[in-house]
């Protein structure tokens, strides 16, 4: 498909064809910002970019999705608020320049089917995939989680969302048929397999993400003002990662009640991805999706980043047979949840949880059966 509307965009076969994934998290949310785990995987919905190199410092680029072009030069990278699409392009493409990377010119076109506003990082795809077209079209050495970094600098830094590292971590470096278990203090990860007859079923509640960003922002001020009243407490800690259950029961009462419950999901929610991270080695599905469940009910009660979409989706998926977890997935208020079904079950719960969502609410989900797949970098 891209390469066709490259072709017939700019009448030339393109000389790169790169494509970075979506992602589902299967349990560790909220935790990636506090230096936590998370445990995401890589999933078959991909952005994918077709480019070729110019003589020339000018940028040409078409987003088959908005259906718009625009150009820009790699001498002047300034944020483009009429063309909002392409400032993941623009930041990415200037952070390497300014590293020393030095650019040609491109026309490329990029697009693809990871739902947008529905919390499967379709902008870590796009930032992921624009970073990986520009070390294919340049022939750069680069190091994998360098291109993690930097994809994750033009999110934060020139189109301004506070996200934590797990998207574009695992947009570049998940595995097929395995999640990724990361440490988000050294960095360091691990692929596990997803094995078994289960499928990964995401449920889009078709609500857009409307506070999501405040919200996140609201909950990043929390958790930073926890660490410091833990801290004022005689407390040595730097992030929330260090605080164990134990200390939080002890040192609990130097927080406010709000902190306290902000504070308890995130280091619960680090226990129970270590703990999924062992019984998923151990092929214990029946354990994980308990864990997902209770993921789900600490976002919901203690976290407070559900909605009545999301929790009305996950309801129904615990009373289908064949669910063995569901919860809330990515940043929250609307998006997606995300399921582990037996696979035999897995057509059955789809249609289910599609016909009692339109009754509840009136409102339509889509639903993804996903395959766990390579990240843009997977070798
Ligand atoms: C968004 C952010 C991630 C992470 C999740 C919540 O997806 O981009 O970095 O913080 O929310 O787990």
Same mark, same amino acid.
């Given at each position: 498909m891209i390469v066709e509307t490259f072709q017939k965009m700019f009448a030339t076969p393109p000389e790169v064809v790169v494509r970075a994934p979506g992602r589902v998290n299967l349990i560790g949310e909220h935790t990636d910002y506090n230096e936590g785990f998370v445990l995401p995987a890589a999933i078959d919905r991909y952005i994918e970019f077709a480019g070729r190199r110019r003589a020339d410092r000018t940028v040409r680029a078409h987003s088959s999705d908005f259906k718009d072009s625009v150009e820009f030069s790699l001498d002047d990278i300034a944020k483009d608020a009429?063309?909002? #699409?392409?400032?993941? /392009?623009?930041?990415?493409?200037?952070? *390497? @320049? %300014?590293? +020393?990377?030095? /650019?040609?010119?491109?026309?490329? =076109?990029? +697009?693809?089917? =990871? !739902?947008?506003?529905? +919390?499967?990082?379709?902008? %870590?795809?796009?930032?992921?995939?624009?970073? %990986?077209? #520009?070390?294919?079209? $340049?022939? *750069?050495?680069?190091? !994998? =989680?360098?291109? =993690?970094? /930097?994809?994750?600098?033009?999110?934060? @830094?020139?189109?301004?969302? !506070?996200?934590?590292? $797990?998207?574009?971590?695992?947009?570049?470096? +998940?595995?097929?048929?395995?999640? /990724?278990? *990361?440490?988000c203090r050294d960095l360091s990860y691990r692929h596990v397999p997803v094995r078994g007859e289960v499928k990964i079923v995401v449920c889009n509640s078709g609500v857009r993400r409307a506070l999501a960003q405040s919200e996140y922002e609201v909950r990043l001020r929390q958790c930073r003002q926890a660490e410091a009243q833990l801290r004022s407490a005689g407390l040595a800690v730097n992030s929330l990662r260090d605080v164990d259950p134990v200390d939080l029961e002890t040192a609990g009462d130097a927080l406010t009640e709000i902190l306290r419950r902000r504070a308890r999901h995130v280091v619960t929610e680090n226990h129970r991805v270590l703990e999924a991270v062992r019984v998923l080695a151990e092929g214990d599905l029946e354990r994980f999706g308990e864990l997902m469940n209770a993921s789900h009910q600490s976002l919901r009660d203690d976290y407070e980043v559900s909605s009545k979409e999301l929790d009305t989706l996950v309801e129904l998926a615990w009373k289908q047979p064949g669910t063995l977890g569901a919860r809330m997935t990515g940043a929250g208020f609307g998006g997606c949840t995300v399921n582990l079904v037996r696979a035999d079950a897995a057509d059955a719960f789809a249609e289910a949880v599609r016909s009692g969502y339109q009754e509840a609410l009136g409102l339509k989900a889509e639903i993804y059966v996903c395959q766990a797949s390579d990240g843009a970098l997977a070798t």
């Open positions: 009429a063309h909002r #699409w392409s400032n993941y /392009l623009r930041g990415v493409s200037k952070f *390497l @320049e %300014a590293d +020393g990377h030095r /650019l040609t010119g491109a026309d490329v =076109v990029f +697009g693809g089917n =990871v !739902p947008r506003e529905a +919390g499967l990082s379709s902008s %870590a795809a796009v930032e992921v995939g624009a970073t %990986a077209f #520009w070390q294919r079209l $340049m022939g *750069l050495k680069l190091d !994998p =989680v360098y291109v =993690v970094k /930097l994809s994750r600098r033009a999110e934060n @830094e020139f189109v301004g969302v !506070p996200c934590g590292i $797990m998207d574009q971590f695992v947009s570049a470096l +998940g595995r097929r048929e395995h999640a /990724l278990f *990361l440490d």
